[in-house]
Each structure stands twice: as C-alpha cells, then as structure tokens.
C-alpha cells in the first residue's frame, strides 16, 4: 500500500471514529392540527458501525488503490427536498418545528433530527442530536404542519427531515445524520442564525393578506364591571364568492411596554398568541361584526391579529399558509 493511501484510508477512519453519535434520543411529537395530539415515540441507532464496516469493506476490495467516490459519497449526509424544515424554535421546554411537503405525493409519517444551541451559540444536545417522529401526520402537498417535541435544553435550533413514510408505503431514510448534526454544530453561530430568521419576516407579512375574508377593523372593549377582562369586537368583509361558514384568527396579546402577556392556558405556539372564532355564516359580499365576551387578559394593552382558518359552506378550506412564521416574527414585541 502506498504512504499516501495509508494516509487517506487512516484520516477516514478518524473521521468516522469521531463524527460517530452514541445512540441520540428519540422524542414524542406532538402533533398540531385544531387539538394536540400525543405521537409515540422511538429509538435511532447509531451509525458509527455501520460506516466503519463500510469503510473496511471498501479497504479490503483493494489495498492498492485509493478509496473509490462511492465510498466518500456514503460519509455525506444527503438531505431530502421532499419534506422541508421552513421553521424551528424554542418555547416553554418544548421544541416546535414547521415542515412544509414540497413534493407532489401525500406523506404519512415523518422524522425529525434536530440539535439546540444556547444563548451564546454552544451546543447544549447531549448526544448531538435527538429525533422525534411524527405519525399519521397525512401531509398532502404543499402543506405545513407544525409539530412539537418537549424536553428542551436550549435557546435555538437546528433541525433537518431524517425519515418518510409516503402514501403507498414508500419509504426514506437519510444515512450519515450525525455528520449533519457535527456540521451544524461546527458552523452555528447565533448571527448567521438571526440573519437566517429575517428572511421569515417576508412570509409573516403574506400572512396578513388573503383573498377572502378582510378584517374590517377590531376593537378591545370593557363592558362587565365584575370582569377585568376585556372584550374582542370585530367586523370582517367576505371577499369570497361563497359563503363563509366558520373562521379562526390568531390573536397576540401585549402588555403597555409592547412585551407579550401571558395567556395561558388558551396558548399554543407562543406565550402570547390565542385563537377566536367560530360560526359566522357571512354571505359573499357581506360584512357583520362578531364579539368575544372578556376574552383579553387583564394586562394586555395592545395586541395583533390575522385570518388563521376559514372554512366554506361548501365544505372547502383555507388554511393560512404563512401562519407559523406571522407568530415566530410577531411574538416577542408589539411595534
């Protein structure tokens, strides 16, 4: 064997040997539509064995030669375009992760990979990454969904799609995930992820424009003198040509500093966000105003709110498509 293939097929070794994950954590999904459902939860092995006997395998085939390109290709990690990660945050210990299926078949099931960071930009994973897995998540495309893992250590996240189910039984499995989680781990910085997350901010002003139901205006009143909670009026305008049979909308809750209020337990994917609606039966072309007795808390000064769902008589529905990343970029602060 020459010097320079012992040097190549030594450095491989190493680096197998050092990037390998001791038996990361699995997690329970808990899986978001209108009610929160728990998912099961299941172990991922380590791939460390398997890419040192592939590595040897490769070695054996031919001492003489150098390693081939489909042995460097099996120490990549290849992710999938099929399922992608369009958001993932911290909140309350728990991890919420938005995938979004960008292909044209309907997914089943999915698994997720992910790693979390503190503050300052360090690691705090124990064994490099922990995966969740979410069943009967029944993704059509071009739909999202949002999915949340408890048990959280850190401040940000990285996550990446590790497994598929699809419609059909088809199935696949990313290979080589903890060389994505030590490359995460190497290359994150808490700059480059902030820079990343304002690219969110152009879909969370979409969210506030829909071709169907306008709010007209809102308005916080105080009208029970037993009550310091306030009321929620406000008027919406069908744009559709069909008549609206429900509604949901998104509402964020703040204090006189601009800073979120708590509303728990009405909560959901923040600390300050509720949801109000219902039956309105508004006819195309119509405007009506609808009112939600004492449903502020007390402490809340300000607040924001967006069309979340709209449901029509004849059983069609409209989902907003940039939900998740309005509440991400509006959470924090009332400006």
Not at 180 to 188: K, L
Not at 251 to 260: M, P, Q, T, V
Not at 270 to 276: E, P, Q, S
Request: charged share 25%.
């Amino acid at each position: 064997m020459s010097v320079k293939s012992k040097i190549m097929l030594v450095s491989m070794y190493l680096c197998v040997a050092v990037t390998g994950c001791s038996s990361p954590t699995s997690n329970d999904a808990y899986e978001w539509t209108t009610e929160l459902n728990e998912q099961t939860s299941e172990q991922t092995g380590t791939s460390e064995v398997v890419l040192r006997s592939e590595l040897s395998e490769a070695s054996s085939e031919s001492e003489l030669s150098e390693p081939s390109l489909e042995t460097k290709q099996d120490l990549m990690f290849e992710p999938t375009s099929d399922l992608m990660v369009s958001l993932a945050y911290t909140y309350d210990n728990n991890v919420f992760i938005v995938v979004e299926n960008t292909c044209d078949r309907a997914i089943l099931d999915y698994k997720i990979a992910y790693t979390e960071f503190d503050g300052n930009g360090f690691s705090v994973t124990t064994e490099t990454y922990r995966t969740g897995i979410v069943n009967a998540a029944n993704l059509i495309s071009g739909e999202k969904k949002i999915s949340s893992f408890y048990d959280s250590d850190g401040k940000y996240v990285a996550a990446t799609v590790v497994y598929i189910k699809y419609q059909g039984d088809e199935e696949w499995q990313a290979e080589n995930i903890d060389l994505w989680a030590d490359n995460v781990i190497d290359n994150f910085s808490v700059d480059n992820h902030k820079n990343s997350m304002e690219i969110l901010q152009e879909k969370a002003v979409l969210a506030e424009k829909n071709d169907y139901l306008q709010i007209v205006s809102t308005n916080k009143k105080h009208t029970n003198q037993f009550s310091n909670n306030d009321d929620f009026q406000f008027t919406l305008s069908n744009n559709s040509e069909n008549t609206i049979e429900t509604v949901k909308i998104c509402i964020l809750e703040f204090d006189e500093n601009g800073l979120a209020v708590s509303t728990s337990p009405y909560d959901r994917f923040a600390k300050n966000d509720r949801a109000v609606g219902g039956t309105i039966n508004l006819v195309a072309g119509s405007t009506n105003t609808f009112y939600s007795d004492l449903f502020f808390e007390p402490e809340c000064s300000n607040y924001k709110c967006v069309v979340q769902e709209i449901v029509f008589a004849d059983g069609t529905e409209w989902h907003n498509p940039y939900i998740y990343e309005w509440i991400f970029c509006n959470k924090n602060q009332y400006e």
